[in-house]
T-cell receptor, first 113, second 112 residues
Framework: AQSVTQLDSQVPVFEEAPVELRCNYS??????LFWYVQYPNQGLQLLLK??????LVKGINGFEAEFNKSQTSFHLRKPSVHISDTAEYFC???????????FGAGTRLFVKA | NAGVTQTPKFRVLKTGQSMTLLCAQD?????MYWYRQDPGMGLRLIHY???????AKGEVPDGYNVSRLKKQNFLLGLESAAPSQTSVYFC???????????FGQGTRLTVV
């Protein structure tokens, strides 16, 4: 069975600084990987996804993530964050032919002025 | 295009009461899911459905029942609410089990 570990529960960062949110996964078969964002009092929305092809994936709002198969990681990065990026971010994994997506525990990003 | 709609958005229940949460999607998705979100635990899958008339248990199914009588609707029932079921509940839908999921806005349930 697949699993997801988000290595940081909270990440405080100053505005315009770079940020990396870390995600590791485990699976015995090929995976699809996702990052979702949840703004306060809202549902989750897709930030980006890796299905196949280029290991560097670009998403909305200037975020990108890199799939590293050897390290079983899918870290999320942004070169310069804004106050509006304050939210909770979830890494998720599913497998080919699978019935469900497994979510990590979430990383709360605080962007400070 | 409404996407995924959950009703109600907020609810307070007394211990032992029952209720049903309704999820409706207008994207013709086959798969639908119910998750609960608790602080520090991310989203945990309660039940899911791979098509009309089907349901299956997720990670934390105890105390909940579901039904998918119509493709666009997925109902989550609490038969006898307990304080441990205080949580935020999210419904989601997708075209398959390994593609992007679309989420509703959530239902905040408090059991006192």
């Amino acid at each position: 069975a697949q699993s997801v570990t988000q290595l940081d529960s909270q990440v405080p960062v100053f505005e315009e600084a770079p940020v990396e949110l870390r995600c590791n996964y485990s699976s015995s078969v090929s995976v699809y990987l996702f990052w979702y964002v949840q703004y306060p009092n809202q549902g989750l929305q897709l930030l980006l996804k890796y299905l196949s092809g280029s290991t560097l994936v670009k998403g909305i709002n200037g975020f990108e993530a890199e799939f590293n198969k050897s390290q079983t990681s899918f870290h999320l990065r942004k070169p310069s964050v804004h106050i509006s990026d304050t939210a909770e971010y979830f890494c998720a994994v599913s497998v080919t032919g699978g019935f469900k997506t497994i979510f990590g525990a979430g990383t709360r990003l605080f962007v400070k002025a | 295009n409404a996407g995924v709609t959950q009703t109600p958005k907020f609810r307070v229940l007394k211990t032992g009461q029952s209720m049903t949460l309704l999820c409706a999607q207008d994207m013709n998705h086959e798969y639908m899911y119910w998750y609960r979100q608790d602080p520090g635990m991310g989203l945990r899958l309660i039940h899911y459905s791979v098509g009309e008339g089907t349901t299956a248990k997720g990670e934390v199914p105890d105390g909940y029942n579901v039904s998918r009588l119509k493709k666009q609707n997925f109902l989550l029932g609490l038969e006898s609410a307990a304080p441990s079921q205080t949580s935020v509940y999210f419904c989601a839908s997708s075209t398959s089990g390994f593609t992007e999921a679309f989420f509703g806005q959530g239902t905040r349930l408090t059991v006192v």
